[in-house]
């Protein structure tokens, strides 16, 4: 028999209310969210007591032209990820054709390339002196632009076409595991009442999976905000482009706040419109029968088009980026393979590990901090720290480096005053500076992986554990621990990767003369060195496929009783 299910909101109701109690767990994670806040508080405060005067000139200048060309870039590539991600989504869930099982991870793959790398590769492939308009211009003749029209890929259609290849997968795993867990039955019952394939899919399954997908298409609004690479490279003038310019250009910190608070606002509104279209329209599944999904088998002119819309998306944001990345690493090897290079990849290496160690060690502690407090006061201060991936990063970059500085100037004068002595940059300019910033962007991640994974560790553990003498600590390390090693290590391996393709706060944050993979290969991109750039892309392309497969299969397997499909076209 179906049942409604009572919204969790109604059952927190009835349920008596937690105090709030200061043990070790709830300061340390109050001490956190407050070190977290530094940074956007510090953007804040600079915004509105700023030194100079120049925000009339970016008003009456740049600022009109910085907003209206982010607003633009945002609802091009927000359009286009829609339309693929829930697109393919829907044909690889719902329809057998052939490829269908090779295209349900494959759509995942342009995750692993970052946006910056995918627009050096078409702007090789694409501009006038590319293979491509070389190729026209033989076999038709032509000898100069004028006799001919090509699209200009250095341009704001450009970035689009970039950004949108590379994020279509948030919209596209978010979609698939929301289409996964809708129950057969009501698809069934729409169909009975005369609803035809399309009618079902429009008027129920979509209005079911809508909030999976506006939570996936804000994540791809706060990467399009918070891209640098491509929109440097392209010369497109954006809020985050302009944030580097006028610090670095034009040397006005206030004025890169005022910039980074606008940008601000901007995730602020997304959040909130999130979180508004969730509470304003809720959709709930009336029945617990969950069955293989019953997937419709294709004839041939639809199976052959569903192959070709999910073959054209994986062969543009990762086929032909790989493939060009690997035959410039292979011809190049010996050009690009320097000790430099090696030591830029240590570099990487070595920073990536130590932010996502950082990372998911301060996940699991506000995680479990949760996990013992469950309070309303300190699930909104733990919910507090993790908005920063919400946060672009050059917004970070402006609030991590100014308290970091003020702590150095007050150190080095109170050890000048004390012992004569000067102690320099102890904290900004750092490699320190850098793993702060990525702990407060990434924070999210990890903190995410393990607040679902302890979620599934019944409660009557931890009361067995502690009627057996152990404290807080001790169930966590004898118990869950043991437990959440896969989730523990998923967590490392998401942060990791994101910090190896973060380019816009390493380039802000980064000591003097010290380079990343994201920065080198950014570097000889902007000098038109694609073939030496194409090793170090290839590096970061490969570290991202990894996450990739872990996705795959946890989406694989999300859907209840989910037991594959036999005998189905592969």
């Not at 910056?116 to 492939?125: F, M, N």
């Not at 970091?404 to 300019?429: E, K, Q, R």
């Not at 973060?502 to 073939?531: C, G, I, K, W």
């Amino acid at each position: 028999m179906d049942t409604v299910r009572t919204h969790p909101d109604a059952l927190a109701a009835t349920r008596p209310k937690r105090r709030l109690r200061l043990d070790a767990w709830t300061t340390g994670s109050f001490a956190i969210a407050l070190v977290i806040a530094v940074p956007l508080v510090t953007v804040i405060f600079l915004a509105f007591t700023p030194n100079g005067d120049i925000w009339p000139h970016l008003v009456a200048t740049v600022l009109p032209h910085y907003v209206s060309t982010t607003l633009i870039l945002m609802t091009g590539v927000g359009g286009g990820t829609l339309i693929i991600g829930v697109g393919t989504a829907w044909l690889v869930t719902m329809n057998r054709f052939f490829g269908r099982r090779v295209f349900e991870w494959a759509l995942l793959l342009p995750l692993a390339v970052p946006s910056y790398v995918i627009a050096y590769v078409y702007t090789d492939l694409l501009e006038y002196a590319g293979p491509i308009q070389g190729m026209l211009r033989d076999i038709f003749g032509w000898t100069n632009p004028r006799q001919y029209w090509f699209p200009e890929i250095r341009s704001l259609g450009g970035a689009v076409a970039m950004m949108t290849l590379v994020l279509y997968p948030y919209v596209y795993l978010l979609s698939r595991a929301a289409f996964l867990e809708q129950s057969v039955c009501v698809l069934e019952v729409s169909r009975t009442l005369g609803k035809g394939p399309w009618r079902s899919f429009f008027q129920i399954a979509l209005p079911l999976a809508r909030p999976a997908i506006v939570i996936g298409l804000s994540l791809v609004l706060m990467e399009t905000l918070n891209d640098f690479g491509t929109v440097d490279f392209f010369a497109v003038a954006t809020l985050t482009a302009g944030i580097y310019d006028v610090w670095l250009n034009m040397n006005s910190i206030s004025g890169a706040a005022q910039l980074a608070t606008i940008m601000l606002v901007v995730v602020l509104v997304l959040i909130g419109m999130e979180r508004l279209a969730r509470r304003s329209r809720r959709f709930h599944h009336t029945t617990t029968r969950y069955r293989t999904l019953p997937r419709a088998r294709l004839r041939p002119v639809p199976a052959a088009l569903s192959c070709l819309a999910c073959a054209i998306p994986v062969g543009l944001g990762f086929g032909v980026p790989a493939f060009i990345l690997s035959r410039h690493a292979f011809v190049n090897f010996h050009q690009s393979a320097t000790p430099n290079f090696f030591g830029f990849a240590a570099n990487s290496l070595l920073l990536s590990s130590a932010s996502a160690l950082l990372a998911v060690m301060i996940g699991l502690f506000l995680a479990y901090a949760q996990r013992l407090g469950r309070t309303g006061a300190l699930r909104s201060v733990i919910r507090f720290a993790s908005i920063g991936y919400a946060v672009p990063g050059a917004v970070l970059a402006v609030g991590v480096l100014i308290p970091l500085a003020g702590l150095d100037n007050a150190v080095d004068g109170f050890m000048h005053a004390t012992f004569g002595v000067s102690t320099g940059l102890l904290f900004s300019g750092t490699i320190a500076a850098i793993m702060f910033g990525y702990l407060v962007r990434f924070l999210a991640l990890s903190f995410g992986t393990v607040e679902a994974s302890l979620g599934k560790i019944t409660q009557n553990m931890d009361g067995a554990a502690r009627t057996l003498g152990h404290s807080a600590f001790s169930t966590l390390r004898r118990v869950h621990l043991p437990l959440m090693k896969g989730s523990l290590l998923t967590a490392a391996i998401l942060v990791f990767v994101d910090c190896m393709k973060e380019l816009p706060m390493t380039m802000l944050l980064r000591p003097f003369n010290f380079d990343t993979l994201a920065t080198y290969v950014h570097q000889l991109a902007s000098d038109e060195l694609l073939e030496e750039s194409a090793l170090g892309a290839l590096a970061i392309v490969v570290s991202g496929i990894l996450p990739v497969i872990v996705l795959s299969r946890t989406i694989a397997r999300s859907r209840p009783g989910q037991n594959g499909t036999p005998g189905e076209t592969k």
